[in-house]
């Protein structure tokens, strides 16, 4: 089905770990099993994600998320199950689930995956990625991390966990407004 990692994995799952050489490893397979010119075999889209272990479980952070640059995230459900959020825009998709419930797996704990989807390539050929065989240079996949880092770090995040008791009037009227995604739908940069 195009993912790399669960092929790494026989086809069964994709939340542990997948290192460089992995990734250069399963290709070259690839490559050898089904005789495929890794440089001739140009990438359309590309999901890219990162698993982060919790002691908690991950509704909570999915459940603070506002929106990313004023955008509001949509509930992300397979055959009617809730997994997590997704936020849209044209060039990308933002993906934050939990990944534990969705691969059902309890035996390693709670894990929160945040991924992007890359449904044009023209993001990731800043990066020098166009084609299989750029996935197995080291320093391509690195030119990918500081756009996850980027695009996390314009997220919206809220704690609606927080005790409002000591809270002043004009302290619980900004965590009121704060806490409302119409609050950040038309603000422009510079109030962003």
Request: hydrophobic share 35%; proline share 2%; aromatic share 12%.
């Amino acid at each position: 089905a195009g993912s790399l990692h669960k092929y790494k994995n026989g086809g069964v799952q994709n939340w542990d770990d997948f290192h460089i050489s992995e990734i250069q490893d399963t290709l070259n397979g690839l490559a050898d099993r089904y005789n495929i010119k890794l440089n001739n075999a140009f990438l359309h889209s590309v999901e890219v994600g990162v698993n982060i272990p919790l002691k908690y479980k991950p509704q909570r952070i999915i459940k603070s998320v506002i929106c990313h640059k004023g955008k509001p995230f949509k509930e992300l459900s397979k055959k009617g199950k809730f997994l997590g959020i997704v936020c849209e825009h044209v060039d990308y998709d933002i993906k934050i689930y939990d990944k534990s419930y969705q691969q059902r797996i309890s035996n390693i704990g709670y894990i929160l995956r945040f991924e992007i989807k890359f449904k044009r390539v023209r993001m990731l050929e800043s990066c020098g990625i166009c084609s299989l065989s750029d996935l197995k240079k080291r320093e391509c996949l690195e030119n990918v991390l500081p756009i996850l880092i980027t695009k996390l770090k314009e997220i919206v995040f809220f704690d609606f966990y927080t005790d409002t008791k000591e809270l002043t009037d004009k302290q619980l009227l900004r965590w009121e407004r704060f806490s409302n995604i119409h609050y950040w739908e038309n603000l422009n940069r510079k109030q962003y």
